[in-house]
């Protein structure tokens, strides 16, 4: 069976530091992955996703994310957090021959000025 | 281009009552969903349609049906009520493909947020 996990209910950062987003997952076959984001009262927003190739996706707003096979990971980065980028964060994976997501339970990004 | 539309964006029930999502989409998506929020939970599958004229259970179904009208249009109805039905509600759409090529992402709605007392 797909599930995802995002091992950390919150994660605090300054301004201007690094952040990094945890994922795991776990699948039969080739993992399609996700990130979304979303701002208070509203819905998800896509971000970036891995489908093949490199494992190093770019996204919108300045985000990244790292695919490691090895670890089933696919964690979400930034080099330098904006206070703006304080939200909620979902990964979510697909299996190879379903179009149905499975979301982790999220995490709260906190960026501090 | 309004994307992904849901209406109502608030709605109080009581226990037993019953109502119906509306969501339509203008992207010409032929796959549509039915998710509920919850808090430490994430977004949970209600139901899926992968075209018109087919609907398939997600992880939560109990309690609702749903209609696919035409391709735009994707509606959940809760026929009673209940407390545990209180939830914020998202529909969302897609290009369907389940090859590994067309991965395609989801695209969201602003949701609804639904009180049962």
């Known amino acids: 069976a797909q599930s995802v996990a995002q091992p950390e209910d919150q994660v605090n950062v300054a301004e201007g530091n690094p952040l990094t987003v945890k994922c795991t997952y776990s699948?039969?076959?080739?993992?399609?992955l996700f990130w979304y984001v979303q701002y208070p009262n509203r819905g998800l927003q896509f971000l970036l996703k891995y489908i093949t190739g490199d494992n190093l996706v770019k996204g919108s707003y300045g985000f990244e994310a790292e695919f490691n096979k090895s670890q089933t990971s696919f964690h979400l980065k930034k080099p330098s957090a904006l206070v703006s980028d304080s939200a909620l964060y979902f990964c979510a994976v697909r299996g190879y021959n379903t179009d149905k997501l499975i979301f982790g339970t999220g995490t709260r990004l906190q960026v501090f000025p | 281009n309004a994307g992904v539309t849901q209406t109502p964006k608030f709605q109080v029930l009581k226990t037993g009552q019953s109502m119906t999502l509306q969501c339509a989409q203008d992207m010409n998506h032929n796959s549509m969903y039915w998710y509920r929020q919850d808090p430490g939970m994430g977004l949970r599958l209600i139901y899926y349609?992968?075209?018109?004229?087919?609907?398939d259970k997600g992880e939560v179904p109990n309690g609702y049906n749903v209609s696919r009208l035409n391709k735009r249009e994707f509606s959940l109805r809760l026929e009673s009520a209940a407390p545990s039905q209180t939830s914020v509600y998202f529909c969302a759409s897609s290009e369907s493909g389940t090859s590994g090529v067309a991965a395609n992402e989801q695209f969201f709605g602003p949701g609804t947020r639904l009180t049962v007392l």
């Open positions: 699948v039969s076959g080739n993992p399609y």
């Open positions: 349609s992968a075209s018109e004229g087919t609907t």
